[in-house]
């Protein structure tokens, strides 16, 4: 094709581009209604209530139907595609956003079996997302998280859905509806950080009261402790920012490089440092995670994914397993927990080094945008989400993790920031 002809092509797309990105926003909003109810058993009642309507002989009929209508949230495949051919400015960006899809389709192929579609899903999202606004991504993911929720919270208050609660340290902890107590904190905990993210930390004291209120019940009731030590690091890292911002301190610019340098590397240190003590795990009381109870699920982390290790190895696409709960998975039902909370964990050991090493590319990439903007307050709470993911496993779930989408979105309606301190705030 000539280089007139792909011109020629290009223009005549791009008079699809307002309803491309209508396409968009209707399956991200599906993909992230999907996912959160996931969290919740409203998708089990509709499929429940599904099968209903079919006699038991049409039951694999049913089966596909519901398939083929929850499977139409992955078309949001088209806008990805049509970013490649239309939107990206140099080849650069074809040539990676493509292998991109190319990636995430290899791995939908590969655990077929397993109807595992998290990278593919994550590839599409991601090269999707190029060039929209991230905050309007953000406030569409803060206000689904929390009316859903919120209405599967009060529902099971007034005792139409149940509970499902666990015991640790002799504390029940409640999940007021959802599957986990931790699926709620970290849905609930992930919005705050969205939400501080997009106020650039500058919050009202009304923003500072409902995190507090929601950090208290979460600590009586719900007991998600690294949601509230995430949630407890980013309100701290706010209240610092203002008063270096309504002061007028200015950090000689060494530090400040130093500082950003450090939040940059916080992905890789903090994978490279979790995966060294999974590597070197030892029952040795002397050993300083054993020596402190504190530390208690950190151990349970590095145990749990050093035994998984021994048995699924490392691979450059992963060794993909069925949990323990499951009848002849690999573990053959040793009584294990074998659930890999640790994000690190879960997708170097599942999906392979190859996924390993592209999702903390973009973690690292949407970093470095971050600071070639000056945006260091919204680096600082990447980095505490890169602690987060030592523990738990959220950071290939766009529901949770939102940040997934940063990677090539735009940032023209993000305020705040080294360039824009001088602004009057808004809430």
Same mark, same amino acid.
Request: aromatic content about 16%; charged content about 10%.
């Given at each position: 094709m000539s280089e007139q002809n792909k011109i020629d092509l290009k223009k005549e797309l791009l008079k699809y581009d307002r309803s491309i990105d209508k396409m968009y926003w209707i399956f991200l909003v599906f993909i992230l209604v999907y996912e959160i109810l996931g969290s919740t058993p409203f998708l089990l009642y509709f499929a429940q209530w599904y099968a209903g309507l079919f006699d038991e002989n049409?039951?694999?009929?049913?089966?596909?139907?519901?398939?083929?209508?929850?499977?139409?949230?992955?078309?949001?495949?088209?806008?990805?595609?049509?970013?490649?051919?239309?939107? @990206?400015?140099?080849?650069?960006?074809?040539?990676?956003?493509?292998?991109?899809?190319?990636?995430?389709?290899?791995?939908?192929l590969r655990m077929r079996d397993q109807n595992d579609t998290y990278i593919f899903r994550d590839m599409a999202m991601i090269v999707a997302s190029y060039g929209k606004d991230y905050k309007k991504i953000a406030k569409?993911?803060?206000?689904?998280?929390?009316?859903?929720?919120?209405? @599967?919270?009060?529902?099971?208050?007034?005792?139409?859905?149940?509970?499902? @609660?666990?015991?640790?340290?002799?504390?029940?902890?409640?999940?007021?509806?959802?599957?986990?107590? @931790?699926?709620?904190?970290?849905?609930?905990?992930?919005?705050?950080?969205?939400?501080?993210?997009?106020k650039d930390g500058i919050m009202k004291w009304q923003a500072y009261a409902v995190i507090v209120v929601l950090s208290v019940l979460n600590l009586v009731f719900v007991d998600g402790r690294t949601s509230f030590l995430s949630v407890f690091l980013g309100c701290c890292g706010c209240l610092i920012y203002n008063v270096i911002r309504k002061s007028r301190w200015k950090l000689p610019e060494t530090i400040t490089?130093?500082?950003?340098?450090?939040?940059?590397?916080?992905?890789?240190?903090?994978?490279?440092?979790?995966?060294?003590?999974?590597?070197?795990?030892?029952t040795d009381p002397n050993v300083f995670y054993n020596r402190f109870h504190i530390l208690y699920s950190l151990i349970g982390r590095i145990e749990n994914a050093n035994r998984v290790m021994g048995v699924t190895g490392i691979t450059p696409f992963g060794n993909y397993y069925e949990n323990y709960w499951v009848a002849g998975n690999v573990f053959k039902n040793t009584g294990y927990y074998e659930f890999l909370d640790s994000s690190y964990a879960r997708v170097l050991l599942m999906y392979g080094w190859v996924a390993f090493i592209l999702i903390l590319g973009l973690m690292v990439w949407s970093q470095y945008r971050l600071m070639k903007k000056g945006q260091t307050f919204r680096m600082y709470l990447l980095a505490v989400l890169s602690m987060h993911f030592i523990m738990e496993h959220h950071i290939l779930e766009p529901a949770y993790n939102i940040f997934l989408l940063l990677p090539f979105a735009s940032f023209s309606g993000l305020r705040g920031g080294q360039t824009d301190i001088s602004k009057k705030d808004s809430d």
């Open positions: 049409s039951s694999e009929l049913a089966v596909m139907l519901y398939q083929s209508m929850m499977n139409l949230r992955f078309l949001i495949i088209i806008p990805a595609i049509y970013n490649i051919i239309v939107k @990206t400015v140099s080849k650069k960006e074809k040539i990676f956003l493509s292998a991109m899809l190319f990636l995430g389709w290899y791995y939908a569409w993911c803060i206000g689904l998280v929390s009316g859903i929720m919120a209405f @599967t919270i009060a529902m099971n208050l007034m005792g139409i859905i149940p509970e499902w @609660t666990l015991e640790r340290d002799g504390n029940v902890r409640h999940s007021f509806g959802t599957l986990g107590p @931790t699926n709620l904190a970290g849905h609930f905990g992930f919005a705050i950080m969205a939400y501080m993210f997009i490089r130093g500082v950003r340098a450090l939040f940059l590397a916080s992905y890789p240190f903090s994978a490279v440092f979790y995966l060294l003590l999974v590597f070197t795990y030892s």
